[in-house]
C-alpha cells in the first residue's frame, strides 16, 4: 500500500487546468506538495487502456517514471445512457485538439437527440490511479449520477459541467460554487478512497 505524509511530494498527472486545479485543492490540505506533470515538462502518454482505470493508470505510471516521484493522475469523463456510455473515455476527444468542449456539448446534445432525446440520464465517472516508485499502482474509482440538461448553465466548473445535474439537485455543476461541487463529484468520491488509502493516518509510523 502507497502511503504519503505532510511534506512529501506529490506529481498530478493531468494536463488539464481544470482537473489540476480541482485535485489540487483537494490535496492542499493534507499538506503534500502536489506538482503538475506540465510543470516538470512531463509529456502527455497515449491512452491506449479501454476504460477510465487503465488509461488512469497509463498517466501515473508515466509521470512516476518520467519524474521519479509518487504521481497521482484522473481519467475521468461523461456517461450517457442513452449514447450507449458514450462519450465515455472519449470524453476529452470529443473536445477536439484544442480541447473546446463547447464543441463536446454541441455533439452530446445532437447525438441525444439522434437518439429520441427522451432519456437525459447520465454520470460521471473519475478514476484515480496512484503510483509510486517500488510499490504497485492502485486505483480508486468513484461515480456522481445526474441527468443532462440543455442549454448550458454556469461557467464555474470546466468540462461537462455546465450541462450536468446531479441527482438531488436543480442546478448543474456549472453553477455550483467549487466547495458545494468538491463535497460530491465523481472526482470527490474517488479522493474519499484514495484519502483513507494513502493520506489516512497509519498504523505503522
Known amino acids: 500500500m502507497i502511503r504519503l505524509k505532510p511534506g512529501d511530494r506529490l506529481v498530478v498527472a493531468s494536463h488539464n487546468p481544470g482537473k489540476l486545479r480541482e485535485i489540487m485543492e483537494l490535496i492542499a490540505p493534507f499538506g503534500i506538495e502536489a ?3 506540465a510543470q516538470l515538462g512531463l509529456p502527455e502518454p497515449e491512452e491506449t ?3 477510465f482505470a487503465e488509461n488512469a493508470r497509463i498517466k501515473a505510471e508515466a509521470a512516476m517514471k518520467g ?20 462519450p465515455g ?13 463547447r464543441l463536446a456539448i454541441a455533439r452530446v446534445e445532437e447525438e441525444l437527440h439522434t437518439a429520441g ?8 465517472m473519475c478514476a484515480l490511479a496512484l503510483s509510486a516508485p517500488d510499490a504497485e499502482t492502485e486505483v480508486f474509482e468513484g ?6 440538461t440543455f442549454p448550458p448553465r454556469g461557467d464555474k466548473g470546466f468540462g461537462y459541467d455546465p450541462i450536468f445535474v446531479p441527482e438531488g ?3 448543474t455543476f456549472g453553477e455550483m460554487e467549487p466547495k458545494a461541487k468538491h463535497a460530491m463529484s465523481h472526482r470527490a468520491v474517488a479522493f474519499a478512497k484514495f484519502l483513507k488509502s494513502a493520506l489516512a493516518p497509519g498504523t505503522d509510523e
Open 117 to 124: 432525446g427522451h432519456d437525459a440520464r447520465a454520470y460521471f
Open 35 to 37: 506538482l503538475g506533470a
Open 143 to 148: 461515480r456522481v449520477y445526474g441527468a443532462l
Open 49 to 51: 487502456g479501454t476504460s
Open 89 to 101: 473515455i472519449y470524453s476529452a476527444r470529443w473536445a477536439g485538439p484544442a480541447k473546446d468542449f
Open 169 to 171: 439537485h436543480r442546478i
Open 67 to 86: 519524474s521519479g516521484l509518487a504521481a497521482l493522475s484522473d481519467d475521468s469523463g461523461l456517461c450517457v445512457a442513452a449514447l450507449d456510455g458514450a
